[in-house]
């Protein structure tokens, strides 16, 4: 049977991965809308590569140069918020949720349709509104498969047991760039430094957030809402080889692992599989002799604050890690413009978590949890001349 996709972030890293897995298996997957940011070329580009419907911009002022470049294909077009909501609304069987940022969310919540999949790399969408989002999911009966590694290979281990047979889950880390550096290295690293991940070659914004070790704070949010286990039943192993994904402990003694070469396109496989799994090339098979050893260790929350501050901000709930994450997102914007040093990005965080207004409920939905998101980044912009004296 033919599955129909939606692609919200078509144009980014998990987009790629995704459009290669669905070009490999033509008779399984046809992809039927593609949402993009800001640069309308490289939607055009995409949505004719892919052989896409409809091609929605979210910037409005691009709109012209994307209609422009689709004229005589075919493919209609849209810019603007609603263009991308129509999108959204379109009959596809999964929607591939890759925005980056909380600017995921709105598109995420209107995606969840009854019978419909949500494949979701977006985590951001679950740190700011884990409650609502996950509330909507079981409301209409749409089924959200996480397309996060770490999350998917703990989805897979998981499998049918319920949820009170976990004693732990552990979530890999790949350490980052600095995972050897010490705290002066650290403190006087650079956006190029900072964007060269050992392994991975993904969207600035997630990168930076790897080299800080704030992706897997944002991960253990992720999974607390994803899986419905407690804060105190998450941890983290930093993992250079990224081999092993996550595990899980379970309440006898046993250990399961989640493992896979990383690369996106497996977890991506895996949540476009739907009917049945899909068929991966030979170089995307894992061969454990040749990646040997595999070694793990305790993350180093000194060199590494912004993970202690995830941590707090899961055990705090309500709305701090809707704050956490909007105050990370200006933060990690101003360290690539060069506005902050990277220790900035942690003090700017931990500075705006610090405020009263972080302490409300959780956000009950969409409207609550961006009100809150544009709230967090007022007070963080305020106080990025702070975060931009030198930190050691
Ligand atoms: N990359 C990975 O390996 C990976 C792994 C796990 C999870 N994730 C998660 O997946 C998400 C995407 O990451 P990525 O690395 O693929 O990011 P990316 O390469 O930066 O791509 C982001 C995509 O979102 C689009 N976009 C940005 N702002 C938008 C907006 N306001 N409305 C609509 N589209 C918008 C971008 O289009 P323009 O370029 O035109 O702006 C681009 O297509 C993130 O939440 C990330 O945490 C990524």
Redesign the pocket.
Known sequence: MLRTVTL????????RSTRDVVAENPDRLAILAV?????AA??ARVAVETGARFAAL?DEAGGPVLAEALSGTGIASGAGRSA?LDAVAMESDIVVS????A??LE?TFAALTPGRIVAL????SLVCAGAAVMARAQAVGARILP???EHNALFQVLGAEPVSSIASMILTASGGPFRTWDAQQIAAATPQQALNHPN?A?????TIDSASMMNKGLELIEACFLFGVRPDQLEVLVHPQQIVHGLIAFRDGSVSAGMAMPD?RVAAAHCLGVDGRLDAPPARFLDLAKTAPLSFERPDLVRFPALGLAIAALRAGGATPAVLNAANEIAVAAFLAGRIPFPGIARLVEQVCAMAFADQASPADVAAALAIDQEARKRAAALLPRAAMAVT
């Open positions: 919200l972030g078509a144009t980014g890293s998990i987009g949402v993009g940011g800001r640069d490289a939607l979210a991308v890759a925005i980056s940022g600017a995921g598109a790399a977006n985590k951001e397309l996060d590694s991975y993904m969207g600035a914004k997630i996106m």
